[in-house]
């Protein structure tokens, strides 16, 4: 049988470190190389205690995350718990959502990925040499997520640890050559907002591996420890990191590139080579993650009735939703050519958190429905962590431009019209 079939499911190819890799990859991309020197100008000598505190607050909404998790083995993630809360309409809402704000940072990705290339070959500055090659790196990347999960596992190993070793080699070379900072005076905190919305970000993508519920193994209990492992990862490196760049003294460092001059200055040029070749590999990994797990969104959503039933085949030579991962590199593909992810990427400013706010609610709206609802203490403590999650989330919604209402309303109306048009063809 050549073609793909809807009557296989997908394998359940992923274990606990699958999980939190693709939790890892999803959150560490190219922000890494610039975070440092953003959050050092934001909170000085005090941004690794920012960043651990910060780690405490995300895990109030990754608990609802991971709650919800235990409540679903299907693939889909916020999507799939806003669908089933809420309803098939709020369900699209938020796939959509999801999806164009997805797609739009992968385009955009391509685009950093072929800088950080053209800075170490300047032949990739040629802008018919960049498209062509954008064009082949989603072919690979298509390649690498179609021809099965386990494979997509193993190439999201090689790309974490040539991201990862460059970076630990030189922040633990500048910690031992300089010691750990102490000393320092207690900032002036007068960008309170902009460094929330910078880790914010940092912190964004944590929760990827719900999306893949569908292909992990004891989905309930794998995923839910995943999204805790991952956080714990994430906030002692980016601590590190920043205790290595202000030992390596910040002052000396390029602000504008900060690994990179903090690496040649530990290394020289060597160094400065080291966190490029790092670069790409940190930006590729990261595309990956994202070409593994949006695709199963799609592929949870037609399988349930949200969009056309071929985008729900089964590849039975990889046991891949074939059809929806080229479906979403196709769209990759068209946004990175034309230029107009930079659009979608202005209208979709808001909209995580959005989902995130519908998700949050999604937990109290189940347990009305008396699915898996806490009793006695614990449901007063789990009321206050939702309720803590949706005003940390509200507040960060706060700080969005006011722009950035009409065209979130606009991606409102639109995806009102593709829900409207789907129920009609179906």
């Known amino acids: ?37 953003l959050l050092y100008a934001g909170a000085g000598g005090y941004a690794p205690l920012v960043v651990l505190a910060y780690a405490l607050l995300v895990a109030g909404p990754s608990l609802v995350y991971a709650r919800l998790s235990t409540m679903h083995e299907q693939s889909g993630g916020p999507q799939l718990y806003v669908e089933h809360a809420f309803g098939p309409f709020a369900g699209f809402q938020a796939g959509w959502f999801l999806l164009g704000q997805n797609l739009a940072a992968r385009a955009a990705n391509f685009h950093v990925l072929v800088s950080y290339l053209a800075a170490l070959f300047p032949l990739f500055d040629d802008p018919a040499i960049r498209l062509a090659t954008i064009a082949a ?16 596992i193993r190439a999201l190993w090689l790309g974490t640890l040539l991201k990862l070793g460059p970076i630990l080699l030189i922040c633990g070379a500048g910690l031992l050559a300089n010691g750990v900072p102490t000393g ?19 912190y964004s993508g944590g929760a990827l591996s719900t999306v893949v519920a569908g292909e992990v193994r004891e989905a309930r209990r794998t995923v839910y420890r995943s999204i805790f492992v991952n956080l714990a990862l994430i906030a002692v490196l980016y601590a590190f990191v920043q205790w290595a760049y202000i030992a390596i003294d910040p002052q000396a460092v390029n602000a504008d590139r900060p690994l990179a001059s903090a690496g040649e200055a530990v290394f020289g040029p060597l160094g400065v080579a080291l966190i490029s070749v790092a670069a790409i590999f940190s930006t590729g990994a990261n595309q990956l993650s994202y ?44 946004l990175a050519l034309s230029g107009t992810f930079a659009t979608l990427a202005t209208y979709m400013v808001a909209l ?15 347990w009305r429905a008396g699915e898996d609802r806490p009793q006695g203490p614990m449901l007063i403590l789990w009321s206050a962590l939702v309720l803590f999650a949706l005003v940390f989330n509200l507040w960060l919604l706060a700080q969005v431009p006011l722009s950035s209402a009409l065209p979130t309303l606009g991606v409102l109306a639109v995806g009102t019209l593709l829900y409207l048009l789907a129920r009609r063809r179906a």
């Open 184 to 202: 320092f005076a207690l900032p002036e905190f007068g960008e309170v907002e902009s460094i929330a919305l910078l880790l914010a970000y940092a």
């Open 291 to 334: 070409f593994v797990s949006m695709p199963r969104l799609i592929y949870g959503m037609a399988s349930r009735g949200l969009l056309p039933a071929l985008l729900a085949r089964i590849s039975p030579r990889f046991g891949t939703p074939t059809p929806a991962i080229l479906c979403y590199a196709m769209i990759v593909l068209a």
């Open 137 to 152: 790196l989603i072919a690979l990347f298509t390649g690498l997520a179609a021809a099965g999960t386990r494979n997509s």
């Open 1 to 37: 049988m050549n073609g793909a079939s809807t009557h296989n499911q997908p394998p359940r190819a992923i274990g606990l470190a699958g999980a939190v890799l693709i939790n890892l990859n999803g959150v560490i991309g190219s922000g890494i190389f610039a975070l440092p020197a």
């Open 352 to 366: 995580e958190t959005l989902v995130i706010l519908l998700t949050v609610l999604a937990l109290p709206m189940l």
